[in-house]
């Protein structure tokens, strides 16, 4: 009992508050657009034989500009501030969310998809940032779970306005909702530990310096791999379930945002879950392990019992692959806790874009592998290999569960 009332106080702090509700609209923007692909490309007279292909580039432009977004808005967090990119972020999100609603060619969209992504990528990677370094080590692992639970949630309430407001609408509340969020934000507070950083004369958000140096560079690329399995499954399995499920034989038509919808259901339960057995275990990598393992077996499962099977039983293993995916918050406080104040941020944020980046490679290779080999075999090869570095990079990453955070890289 005697802790109870400090980590009510710590979890329900602003900025732990704004954080997540950060993330949520963050999320929001991230799955809709999978949500409403179908619909909207079609609204602007794509066959559907072009849907497919031009549903490709427009989530690939998506992930483009998260890649190049990740790495402007995470040296700006360590040069300028953890609070900057999440102002900055935010308002540029909003921005473009407000602009989709007027696209009228595949261009523009894929341009507003672009400046999208370039704004989504701050959001979660500064919020982490500022949630570990403001609460105590102890706990900070029920910070992070705190913003990824409530932020995924994001992806149902993105496929509950998808299915009562038409799409251009849906992405007019998106930007709204950002906006509000934006006000909401002047009442947050800097990390203290960056504030006492930036009065040494130290060098800050040195992106380069993570590819210069061995040892920086070994560290960030594990925290990427362990987090590629994440993107595969909703970037191929879920994002293009209508298409996949056709090949599997389903007994009725998949809806892709019904699909994202309840794959975002199990994240909110599997990150949940993660950030409390992380907890308990005291352990980041261990959870990262199992949770990676459970989604071999849920997708070994999607290739063999999904065979002309129902669309109820697509959503179920749907809701099982988000489950087995959500070790999102654990993943996104390592790669925070793996590096010190000055290079934390540019870490942070750059890290869960690059996979999420990574789509783009990866949904290329099942596109370019669909046309030797069929949509099915080239899903699997593509998951077998994301599967195979995952794994080795688990094993090879630290444990950082009691590290202290206030160290810096020399």
């Known amino acids: 009992m005697k802790n109870s009332t400090p980590l009510a106080k710590y979890l329900f702090s602003i900025p732990v508050i704004v954080a997540a509700l950060g993330y949520f609209v963050d999320i929001y923007d991230l799955v809709l657009f999978g949500i409403v692909r179908v619909p909207s490309l079609k609204a602007l007279g794509l066959l559907d034989s072009q849907i497919l292909d ?10 483009i500009g998260m890649l190049v977004g990740g790495i402007i808005w ?11 990119i999440l102002f900055g972020s935010i308002l540029l999100y909003s921005i473009a969310n407000i602009l989709n609603g007027f696209v009228t060619t595949i261009d523009q969209y894929a341009v507003c998809r672009l400046l999208a992504g370039i704004g989504l990528a701050g959001e979660l990677g500064a919020g982490i940032t500022l949630v570990a370094e403001i609460l105590p080590k102890e706990i900070r692992g029920y910070g992070t779970m705190m913003v990824a639970t409530i932020g995924v949630s994001g992806a149902v309430a ?62 960030y690329l594990k925290c990427i791999l362990i987090g590629l399995p994440t993107w595969y499954v909703v970037g191929v399995l879920i994002t293009f379930s209508p298409e996949l499920g056709k090949a599997l034989n389903l007994s009725e038509p998949i809806a892709a945002g019904k699909a994202i919808m309840f794959c975002y259901i199990g994240l909110i339960f599997g990150d949940l879950s993660s950030g409390i057995f992380s907890q308990f275990l005291k352990s980041r990598k261990k959870i990262v392990l199992i949770y990676i393992l459970l989604s071999v077996v849920v997708i070994a499962f999607y290739f063999t019992l999904l065979q002309g099977g129902s669309a109820f039983l697509f959503y179920s293993v749907a809701t099982a692959l988000g489950f087995s995916i959500g070790y999102w918050a654990v993943f996104v406080t390592i790669a925070a806790e793996q590096f010190g104040t000055n290079m934390r941020a540019t870490v942070a944020t750059t890290v869960p874009n690059f996979v ?55």
């Open 54 to 63: 031009k549903g490709v580039l427009l989530l690939n432009m998506q992930m």
């Open 74 to 84: 995470g040296i700006l967090g360590d040069k300028k501030g953890r609070l900057q």
């Open 356 to 410: 999420r980046g990574a789509t783009v490679p990866i949904t290329l290779l099942f596109n370019f592998g669909k046309g030797y080999v069929g949509v099915i075999q080239s899903a699997i090869w593509v998951g077998v290999f994301v599967f195979a570095i995952s794994l080795y990079a688990v094993f090879k990453l630290n444990e950082t569960f009691d590290k202290s955070l206030d160290f810096v890289e020399e």
């Open 158 to 219: 993105a496929y509950a306005i998808a299915e009562d407001f038409a799409w251009r609408t849906s992405y007019f509340i998106g930007g709204g909702l950002g906006i509000c969020l934006l006000i909401l934000r002047i009442s947050v507070y800097e990390s203290g530990m960056f504030e006492a950083m930036k009065k040494k004369n130290i060098s800050r958000g040195n992106f380069l310096s993570l590819f210069a140096k061995k040892d920086l560079f070994r560290r």
